[in-house]
């Protein structure tokens, strides 16, 4: 793609887009060379980049910080998400260690650097976004604190002035009192190395617990109970610079190129829109005809279920529910031929005349076989995502698109998810709650998990999908493909069927 960097754009453009002018009096206008695998983001990124890379890169870590937040949500614990984020990290927000001696650590720590900014900016608008921001960056912070061997040389480069090192003759004179708090380092027998030391009314939790030794005024913490005091100097610097940031936004009012790039980033944050992410295939082995849509409907999530279930009771569907429906089947790989028998039939209560006047041409319309060149050249539209069905063209009545857990009253969804076979009224409580909480797509997953739960294990336990490509469903269509290949483990010729990452 054409490389656009920041300070090739005519006058007006450059004006705004040039990162220098966006930066605090004190920014340090140097490339950076990141000497350490962690980031306490200090000073935002000067160098350019194309335009290509702030979007991916941006897109790249909210898919992270959506998948910690699910994890979050499905209150899984500290070992258990780091376990089920290990590969989602690597796949797309790696970052290696010195030792490691990749030739991709600076690209890696780059890429890690300007993401971490410029969601800062989408997502520093409103309180609510800062709040949700600033809690998924400080675990992500956390978890790669938690797991880096060389978090020590990280740490004493900080610029934190409310602790300082305990110095080798302080920790002589006191060893028996700090070897009271942490008993022998069990490898080496000797008092454990790295103490810091501060101010006690910081660390009222240590103290309270007895974590740490007290002496005039002072808290000595040893290393191990560090990682929380450090993570809570993170979360407050951030938070702090989210609301300096929201009021630096006004800045970029006019440009056109960055602001519809934060404000889809900034409404991803509801869901992530999987369109962006991952293309949506035919699962291998599948029969994706008219004739058997009725029997592959047991695999579709609740929106596609309901219109399903409204086009077989009314014989009709009103336009954006023909739209909706008719794009993800579309998207599960229904033909254009198919696609055509498959409407006529379900207007059942029409005649052929009316069906080739009133529908025919949005059917083929859709598939990019009619309409102006570039819905020819572009094969039509996509299909929709859980971002798009959540937030655009809510149903009136009699309409039957968009999403049940948003869009149903908790009545009519339980009726529903009956109808999809979930009955545990546990699932339903707990669909309700993240209901309530407008989680709506965690309910959806949530609802998933519960259907497919012994084939969720089986395909872990036996490798045939990674914890990757079980990540949070955020579109419909990857709703269907999982479903369906995860109902079909056992058949032969699916068993070594391996998802696309
Ligand atoms: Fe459909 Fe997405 Fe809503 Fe699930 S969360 S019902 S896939 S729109």
């Not at 300070?7 to 220098?20: F, L, S």
């Not at 309270?208 to 450090?230: C, D, Y």
């Not at 971002?387 to 063209?393: G, M, V």
């Not at 990674?466 to 269509?477: F, G, Y």
Request: proline content about 4%; hydrophobic content about 35%; charged content about 30%.
């Amino acid at each position: 793609m054409l490389k656009q960097d920041f300070n090739r754009q005519e006058p007006k453009r450059r004006n705004v887009a040039d990162a220098r002018k966006h930066q605090p009096a004190d920014a340090a206008f140097k490339d950076s060379t990141y000497p350490h695998r962690l980031n306490f983001y200090t000073h935002a990124p000067t160098a350019d980049i194309t335009l290509e890379q702030f979007e991916q890169w941006a897109i790249d870590r909210l898919r992270v910080l959506s998948e910690l937040e699910a994890c979050s949500f499905r209150n899984k614990s500290l070992a258990e998400t780091a376990a089920h984020m290990k590969p989602v990290l690597e796949k797309y927000l790696p970052l290696s260690s010195n030792s490691s001696a990749s030739p991709k650590l600076f690209e890696q720590r780059q890429k890690d650097h300007y993401s971490h900014f410029i969601l800062r900016l989408a997502f520093s608008s409103t309180e609510d976004l800062r709040r949700r921001f600033s809690r998924v960056e400080t675990m992500l912070f956390r978890l790669r604190l938690d797991t880096d061997a060389e978090r020590a040389g990280f740490v004493a480069g900080l610029d934190i002035d409310w602790f300082e090192p305990v110095s080798e003759a302080e920790k002589s004179e006191m060893a028996a009192d700090l070897l009271a708090i942490t008993g022998f380092d069990k490898r080496t027998g000797a008092v454990e190395d790295s103490w810091f030391k501060v101010d006690w009314m910081r660390v009222p939790e240590l103290v309270e617990s007895r974590k740490v030794f007290l002496r005039a005024g002072k808290a000595f913490v040893p290393s191990r109970e560090q990682a929380s005091m450090i993570v809570t100097e993170f979360t407050s610097r951030l938070e702090k610079q989210l609301v300096l940031t929201s009021q630096a936004l006004p800045d970029l009012d006019e440009d056109d190129r960055l602001l519809p790039i934060l404000d889809h980033l900034s409404k991803n944050f509801v869901t992530p829109d999987s369109s962006y992410m991952s293309g949506s295939t035919v699962p291998e082995g599948a029969e994706i005809s008219a004739r058997n849509i009725d029997n592959l409907a047991q695999h579709f999530p609740a929106c596609m279920s309901h219109l399903h279930r409204s086009l077989r009771r009314d014989s009709h569907l009103k336009h954006y529910g023909r739209l909706q429906y008719s794009l993800f089947l579309k998207g599960i790989g229904l033909n254009l031929e198919e696609s055509l028998a498959f409407w006529r039939g379900g207007f059942a209560k029409i005649t052929d005349d009316q069906f080739n006047k009133e529908y025919r041409y949005n059917v083929r319309h859709v598939y990019g076989d009619v309409g102006g060149d570039s819905n020819r050249r572009s094969g039509g539209y996509s299909p929709y995502s859980c971002q798009k069905i959540l937030t655009e063209h809510a149903p009136g009545p009699g309409e039957a698109h968009g999403c049940p857990y948003r869009h149903f009253d908790m009545d009519n969804l339980s009726t529903l998810l009956q109808g999809m076979g979930v009955t545990d009224r546990a699932v339903v409580q707990g669909v309700k709650e993240d209901r309530d909480g407008r989680r709506y797509h965690m309910a959806c997953n949530r609802v998933f998990e519960h259907l497919h739960k012994p084939e969720i294990k089986r395909a872990k336990d036996e490798s045939i999908m990674t914890a990757a490509q079980l990540e949070t469903i955020v579109h419909p269509n990857e709703y269907f493909k999982r479903s369906y290949l995860l109902k079909n483990l056992s058949k032969p010729r699916d068993a070594d069927v391996k998802m696309e990452d």
